[in-house]
């Protein structure tokens, strides 16, 4: 079981470019595609998922070509966008039953398996309530259950926690582990924190290109040494900021105290910190159009 991306460019009209020669293998487990707004990652899972057509490159599921034979996936994927429509005036119960039977799911194995996922996403007890009643955060519980209806052996999730409390987030990406077994999820988000969470394997996304393409572990080691605690005054923090990666600020009564991404101490008193995800984040994705930059050398190796 095998996604092969290969070369593949998106342009839009207006010369506007969603992706550029990118290029990512992946297997089974949970691979976290991270970046900032805009940076192509919808863009790449609505090509996964068949929505769109890339303008270049191929796209392969087990080898097979999927913008030539787009029902070899269609039949195994579950698919929650970013922006998920209901139908307001039906039932959770009823919309996942009209959807179960779009997927071919009908009779007692449709109702059983609309009971088992509403369960599974906290939802059993309001389950034939209007859909026009639910929270944010209830609608996209409802989303991930449509999208595990045929049970998936490919599950694109697109920004899947957005209108989640942070225990709903909690209980998802615990979800996510859980169902990665012996299928492939890719999860899109620029929440850092979901990705940490979740993922087996992570792909860093900006600019429409691939940075990096790696396990958590390997992607944290980018900032290895590299990440700082000091102290500066509140009247030189724009200034510091011009010309270091600051991840975190606190203000307090002697000044603002920073973590601060740096490949050397960025002022006299700085302490090293031990690294997080965020800071390697931040770090990979200011290396766009730098050269050579962390990012560009890594992303070679990854794709």
């Not at 600051?246 to 307090?252: C, D, E, L």
């Not at 601060?260 to 960025?266: L, T």
Request: include cysteine; proline fraction near 6%.
């Amino acid at each position: 079981m095998e996604i092969r991306i290969d070369g593949v460019g998106k342009l839009y009209k207006g010369s506007v470019r969603g992706l550029r020669d990118f290029g990512l293998r992946i297997g089974p487990g949970v691979l976290g595609l991270l970046g900032p707004n805009g940076a192509g990652k919808t863009t790449l899972m609505n090509i996964l998922a068949t929505v769109t057509r890339p303008t270049e490159g191929t796209v392969t599921w087990d080898g097979v070509d999927i913008v030539h034979s787009p029902d070899t996936v269609r039949s195994v994927l579950g698919y929650l966008p970013q922006y998920f429509g209901i139908y307001p005036n039906l039932t959770a119960v009823e919309f996942l039953r009209y959807l179960a039977a779009i997927k071919g799911i009908k009779g007692p194995s449709a109702n059983r398996r609309i009971d088992e996922l509403l369960q599974l996403v906290n939802l059993a007890d309001v389950g034939k309530r209007p859909l026009a009643g639910y929270s944010g955060g209830m609608k996209q519980r409802v989303g991930i259950a449509q999208a595990l209806l045929n049970d998936p052996k490919l599950l694109i999730v697109d920004e899947p926690t957005v209108g989640l409390d942070p225990e709903e987030r909690v209980r998802f990406r615990h979800l996510l582990s859980d169902l990665s077994g012996e299928r492939i999820v890719i999860l899109s988000t620029h929440i850092v924190s979901d990705v940490e969470a979740a993922a087996t394997e992570i792909a860093l996304v900006a600019g429409g290109r691939l940075l990096l393409h790696s396990s958590p572990e390997n992607i944290l080691a980018t900032v290895d040494g590299k990440v700082w605690s000091c102290v500066v005054p509140s009247g030189e923090l724009n200034e510091f900021r011009g010309r270091h990666i600051i991840s975190g600020a606190i203000r307090r009564s002697d000044g603002v105290h920073l973590r601060v991404v740096s490949g050397s101490s960025p002022m006299a008193g700085a302490e090293p910190a031990a690294p997080t995800m965020e800071d390697a984040y931040l770090y990979n994705i200011s290396a766009v159009g730098t050269e050579p930059g962390p990012a560009a050398g890594a992303a070679t190796a990854g794709a």
